[in-house]
């Protein structure tokens, strides 16, 4: 048993003796007790193994025949100082679980004080220098003194990376990213932050660095530009294409490989292979693949055909949005068809009739669902959205499904779609949309033998996202355990971004846990909607809303009444039997979003609907409104 001791001293958390373990596990002894040895800053110490080793002394106290001795030879007395450790290692878990969730905190709020999200858009442009209107004598005359030109603070991924497509392979590299979205910008951004001296290789199979898709069902549409630059919501003007902080440009150790798709991740000899041949040897790897739009034929088979391709389109990246864009400045396109009900679909015909008004298209959103985000949200908010929308000249055709697909045999640059719904049997587009969702790109990680979720998709990581020795996976494509909600796999922007940057700080040591409730957002401002998300929603959970209406209530909600009220602002509770476990805030203050998240984490329960009204104050309003959940439907 010494050893074990010797090796619990080594990590400062107990002093000799079996009291004195006891003692110093509770919160005495040396350095402060337990909390103070784990929850050190600046520890060197390997969290871990310390876990451990704690774990294997537990074992041997209670096989050792010394510890008879030390506690005497009364069964109860050996039971409760047995007992007494157990409750002290369930402290250490506890705390070592706190610093993992510590460390990872202040990677967030580091990135987000320094970055300030800066990292998005171009610096500002340096003022020109006053000229001097001195006199003959005067400091005017002085020798001009030419100031040293100071390096921009963010840089183009141009001038951060080296192009390694002429490389010479195979090539060895310390750490490899697969995939170029959200997650690839934000882990390359940790690494270097840990490790300035870091060599990184980007490999994307998309002809762009990495970038932001966000902004291409949104803000993008509002541009007249032809870059690839759009107006935010604050009125800066800002690149799709990120940019990357100086150390990740230094002397260029960071290079990318675009137009590349990788075919075979080897685990045993850390190697993978792209289409082309190209051999890359790593010591860590992530695996940041995201996910594929569902292709054209998820809908129908008809809508694949060769004749149809260029006018039926998925949307997923910038290549998807200029083919849009070419489309809906054509003057022979005169209405877009946009299948599929959900947050790309509904974003996306906002966004297409905010400019339709200069070439008068008419936008049609056609879905199989009684509403449109019908499967996240109560019924009588879907109703509420389609009233909205319709409103806004967006011709809404829901529970209509796809049967067939030709080209109009009255126009030749029209598409004939056969559809079965209530209202229509045949319909005529000029282009099709499909916004049905996406698959996770986990394909690549099942056939190197990990193992991938077969409930949610993606690939199954611990809480460090890790999913094998020097194997992370971030974003979209990585199934992770939340201590909250269970094992979960999310597709949006704010996930991709915290867990790439947890990933990329682990890859280079960092000791930091994945558990953060990462929120999303729907941008429908074009007919006065927007709202946030945070936690799980689905219309199959019960709901309880807390609204604020503009106008008094016009009707007692109920099923197969159609909702008018003007929905102002609120709250959607997500509730499974008394717990809260998802948050969908509509036209809310910013602020309410961390309160609905440490709500969730804390695993809140209520003891009835009526509990819910003030967990998080609405502005005051006359017009107040509870739809409990024996009124949503």
């Known amino acids: ?53 704690l774990k294997r002394y537990q074992e041997s106290l209670k096989e050792d025949s010394v510890v008879k001795e030390s506690l005497g030879e009364s069964s109860g007395s050996m039971a409760s100082e047995l007992q007494k450790i157990e409750d002290s290692l369930s402290t250490a878990r506890a705390a070592v679980e706190k610093y993992y969730r510590y460390k990872a905190r202040n990677i967030l709020d580091k990135y987000y004080e320094d970055m300030n999200r800066k990292g998005l858009s171009a610096p500002a442009p340096e003022k020109a220098a006053a000229k001097p209107s001195g006199t003959e004598g005067s400091a005017a005359d002085a020798p001009t003194v030419i100031p040293k ?14 192009d390694l497509s002429e490389a010479s392979f195979p090539v060895c590299v310390p750490y490899v990213i697969i995939g170029g979205g959200t997650t690839a910008w934000s882990a390359v951004q940790a690494i270097h932050e840990r490790d300035r001296s870091a060599s990184v290789l980007i490999i994307s199979d998309e002809s ?43 002397n260029q150790r960071s290079s990318v490989l675009l137009n590349s798709r990788v075919k075979k991740l080897d685990l045993e000899s850390s190697s993978i292979e792209t ?5 890359v040897e790593y010591q860590k790897l992530l695996i940041a693949t995201g996910g594929k739009a569902l292709p054209v034929e998820s809908v129908h088979q008809d809508l ?17 949005f200029i083919a849009l864009d070419k489309l809906v400045r054509d003057p022979k396109t005169k209405n877009v068809c946009i299948v599929g009900g959900g947050f790309l679909g509904a974003e996306l015909a906002c966004a297409l009739k905010r400019i339709a008004k ?15 985000l019908f499967k996240l949200i109560p019924r009588y908010l879907s109703e509420f959205l389609t009233y909205k929308l319709a409103s ?25 779609l056969d559809v079965v719904s209530f209202t229509k049997k045949s319909f005529d587009t000029d282009a099709v949309v499909v916004a049905v969702g996406i698959q996770p790109q986990d394909k690549l990680a099942e056939d190197a033998g990990l193992e991938v979720d077969q409930v949610n998709g993606g690939v199954v990581v611990n809480a460090e996202l890790q999913a094998a020795s020097g194997v992370f996976v971030a974003g979209d494509v990585a199934s992770f355990w939340d201590s909250a909600l269970g094992r979960r796999r999310v597709e949006h922007w704010d996930h991709a971004l915290v867990s790439g940057r947890i990933a990329g700080d682990n890859m280079a040591g960092g000791k930091s846990m994945y558990g953060f409730q990462s929120m999303y957002w729907c941008d429908l401002s074009s007919i006065g909607v927007h709202f946030e998300a945070v936690g799980l929603q689905s219309s199959k959970l019960d709901t309880v809303g807390v609204w604020n209406l503009k106008e008094p209530s016009r009707f007692e909600h109920r099923p197969g009444s159609f909702s008018r009220n003007n929905y102002e602002s609120g709250i959607v509770w997500y509730m499974k039997d008394k717990r809260v476990v998802g948050a969908l ?9 961390q309160e609905a998240r440490q709500i969730i984490e804390s695993k809140t329960s209520v003891p009835d609907d009526k509990s819910l009204k003030d967990l998080i104050p609405l502005p005051k309003s006359k017009n107040f409104l509870v739809i409990g959940r024996s009124d949503s439907y």
């Open 1 to 53: 048993m010494s050893g074990w001791k010797e090796c619990l001293r080594s990590v400062r958390l107990i002093p000799i003796g079996i009291g004195g373990s006891i003692w110093a596990l509770t919160g005495g002894g040396q350095s402060g007790g337990l909390t103070a040895a784990l929850c050190d800053e600046g520890s060197d110490v390997d969290r871990r193994a310390a876990m451990e080793v």
């Open 392 to 416: 806004a000249g967006v011709k809404v055709i829901p529970s209509s499904i796809v049967t067939g697909a030709r080209e109009s045999p009255e126009n030749g640059d029209s598409i004939e």
């Open 304 to 320: 694949g055909k060769d004749s149809l391709q260029n006018r039926v389109m998925s949307f997923r990246t910038i290549d998807d």
């Open 585 to 593: 805030l509509w036209n809310m203050p910013r602020e309410a979003l």
């Open 275 to 279: 289409e082309d041949g190209k051999v």
């Open 149 to 162: 030109k100071e390096l921009p603070k963010y840089l183009t991924a141009d001038a951060a990376f080296r």
């Open 208 to 250: 762009y660095p990495p970038y932001n898709r966000t902004p291409l069902s949104k803000e993008r549409w509002s541009s007249e530009d032809d870059d690839l630059r759009y107006v935010d919501f604050m009125g800066r003007k800002r690149s799709l294409l990120y940019r990357y902080s100086r150390q990740v440009g230094d």
């Open 358 to 372: 200069f070439n008068d298209i008419q936008v049609t959103l056609m879905f199989p669902e009684p509403g449109p």
